[in-house]
């Protein structure tokens, strides 16, 4: 009953949209919906469903962490987020809004990209109780390697960016106009799609550095946090962002 339900809910989406069922998986369909309030029929935008169940990155991120950073952090920035958009009545899609940022209500700079940074974060992740090794591969892996030599460079080079963050932040890989990759880091929910970013670039790795991603397990160790968060990065969705960018 409710897969009919959702799958008519889905069919009448696209047909709002224009799109063909064929151009648009399931999942890709999911976080159009939750980022877009165009083809979203309640015109706001929505928390999305995470992936996998909230105790899947365990041992590396708890359950309680996780249950707590979707469905009550991440929920406040899509509410408020939407309480920023209600003077906008214009078409509004966050990637574009993201490009002249600057000149926007604060509120849709942070909270717009407190919506984005988390969705993006959340497929960025997978499950991998048994710790087994986890490493990048395909097209993404022969630019690892281009750009910084080795995969074991790379990651301490990201790593070390990521526990350098003063304060409250994001670290990330981007690919830059030029193809090449860079890793950079934003202030708050600063991304590297703004127009205020320093280094500008589509997110293909993103690390939430905010206490309250780790604080519940690791306290003040935030280099284990990042150590152990290399177990659950999905190598696979990060090699669709780069190969679509
Ligand atoms: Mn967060």
Known sequence: MNDRRAFLKKIGILGLSGMATSMVSNEQLHILETLNPDINPSNSFKLPNLPYAY???????????????????????VD????????????????TAFKSISSMNISIRHNGGGHYNH???????????????NKSSGKLADAIIKDFATYDNFKKEFSEKASKIFGSGWCWLIKQQDGNLKITSTANQDNPLMDIAQDKGTPILALDIWEHAYYL?????RADYIANWWNVVNWDKAEELFIKA
């Open 55 to 77: 105790n899947a990155l365990e041992p590396f991120i708890d359950e309680q962490t996780m249950i707590i950073h979707h469905s009550k952090h991440h929920q406040a920035y």
């Open 80 to 95: 408020k987020l939407n309480k920023a958009i209600e003077q906008v009545n214009e078409h509004f899609d966050l990637e």
């Open 119 to 133: 969705s993006l974060f959340w497929q960025l992740m997978r499950s991998n109780p048994n710790s087994t090794e």
């Open 217 to 221: 397990k690791y306290q003040n160790k």
